[in-house]
């Protein structure tokens, strides 16, 4: 119906405190490394459903209990599940497939940063401005400016590409409460500040530099603006069509929604895509085109139900899109009705 393509995601996932904990030492090594692997053979096959130019999400926690505790040290992963992570990025690389790693509770996320940036460095130079392996990074966290400009920095010393899901948050209910904003508009202002400094490839007031430097380099980056909030995808709608008309130099850049939630959002950058609707474009030739992709999750019930639950206690202002939705829905039938 016009999507440019989808994010796949194996649902498998732990959490810290259900099962093993995180620092609990696991003496057989045998059961380790068969939850690794059956992490592994469901991400593999998740790459091979994957076509050229499509998504997956990898969710490190999935890979059990030794993930687990070296992601909350943190520590390099042991050999076998770094392994494993590497084989998925080479299937990832011969299919075109970009691999977007997964933000987590905080008492991993330290742990799954640093594993992000080592398999960027890795696999994110191959060509130049393409990224295979992204990041994610949460909006609602105060410390979120902080890292990704480390990361920026990193990419541009180095030289790869710095490849970036920008999403709000979706660990409310666990993570420590001082960690987030105070407010929900805190969390939309740092959303879209970082999302426009990220497409004008450029320090602002929200995502300062790092050490405050005067005039740092601006690494190529890819972003994946994952967001429900209508908003924020019309801000960067906007920012991109006026990129174009002012012949500005625009990044690789996609949309993303959960699938069966805000399709009205999804909706919208499809008809924009097609019809040029909304914007200031002066003809089809002057049309930014959004590529919209929508988040397909599989697994077991019991891990599709776990993740769910996690996605709709992040998406608790679904009811407010419900108005928006059923609005968009009211100026469609209209539209059909009296243009007839």
Request: with cysteine; net charge positive.
């Amino acid at each position: 119906m016009g999507f440019h393509g989808v994010i796949l995601g194996y649902a498998r996932e732990g959490v810290v405190g259900e099962g093993t904990a995180a620092g609990k030492e696991v003496d057989e090594e045998g059961i380790v490394n068969v939850q690794v692997e059956a992490w592994k053979q469901g991400t593999l096959a998740t790459v091979r459903l994957a076509r050229k130019g499509d998504c997956v999400s990898v969710k490190f926690s999935g890979a059990g209990s030794q993930a687990l505790r070296e992601l909350s040290k943190p520590s390099n992963p042991g050999k076998f599940l770094e392994d494993a992570i590497t084989e998925i990025c080479e299937l990832a690389k011969v299919k075109t497939v970009r691999l977007l790693f997964d933000a987590e509770q905080n008492a991993l996320q330290a742990g799954i940063d640093a594993w992000t940036l080592d398999f960027q460095r890795r696999y994110n130079r191959d060509v130049p401005g393409q990224a295979l392996v992204y990041g994610t990074y949460q909006a609602y966290m105060r410390s979120t400016p902080a890292t990704l400009a480390r990361h920026l920095a990193a990419a541009a010393d180095e030289g790869f590409t710095c490849g970036i899901k920008l999403v709000r948050g979706a660990y409310l209910g666990s993570d420590p409460r001082h960690l987030f904003w105070s407010k929900k508009e805190d969390t939309d202002n740092a959303y879209n500040a970082i999302a426009e400094a990220l497409m004008k490839q450029t320090y602002n007031s929200v995502l300062v530099p790092l050490h405050g430097n005067k005039r740092p380099l601006f690494p190529k980056v890819n972003l994946v603006l994952a967001s429900h909030n209508l908003a924020s995808v019309k801000k960067a709608m906007y920012i991109r069509q006026r990129q174009l008309e002012l012949g500005q130099e625009r990044i690789q850049m996609a949309y993303g929604q959960l699938m069966g939630m805000a399709d009205h959002v999804s909706c919208e950058l499809i008809q924009w895509s097609k019809l040029g609707q909304g914007l200031h474009q002066v003809d089809s030739g002057m049309r930014d085109i959004p590529h919209a992709y929508k988040y397909l999750v599989w697994g077991t019930v019991g891990e599709c139900l776990k993740y769910l639950l996690r996605r709709a206690q992040e998406n608790q202002d679904a009811l407010a899109r419900t108005q928006e939705g059923r609005l968009a829905l009211r100026s469609e039938l209209s539209r059909r009705v009296f243009s007839t």
